[in-house]
């Protein structure tokens, strides 16, 4: 049975899954808006997608670019959830997987690092 949460709840969580990203990441975060949604479209039970160009990749040339952006999905997230505290433990797992992409981490380096 999935969990059921205020969206301000949620994004609360997320909120405090940021807080947790130690100060050097942190602070080396330039360009880059975190947005809760409700689900992808393309992909409705994927749990959060880095849209962007990854701090590895970019050169000189970026520069006057739109933000990056994280999308933390809210739906498939509480769907996969029996309990507040597992959506806890999903949404910091989930935040942590896609701000490692944008720090240019590759799906098999987050995994082996505990991050989904």
């Not at 809760?36 to 880095?50: A, Q």
Request: glycine content about 6%.
């Amino acid at each position: 049975m999935p969990v059921e949460m205020t969206r301000a709840r949620f994004e609360e969580l997320v909120s405090e899954a940021l807080d947790q990203v130690p100060p050097k990441f942190a602070d080396a975060m330039d360009n880059v808006v975190v947005l809760v949604e409700e689900f992808n479209d393309e992909s409705p039970t994927i749990l959060g997608l880095y849209h962007g160009v990854a701090l590895t990749r970019r050169t000189t040339n970026y520069a006057g670019v739109l933000p990056d952006r994280i999308s933390i999905y809210r739906r498939p997230i509480l769907w996969m959830c029996a309990t507040e505290a597992e959506v806890v433990e999903q949404v910091l797992i989930t935040v942590m997987h896609e701000l490692g992409h944008y720090f240019g981490l590759d799906d098999d380096r987050l995994h082996e690092l505990g991050w989904g």
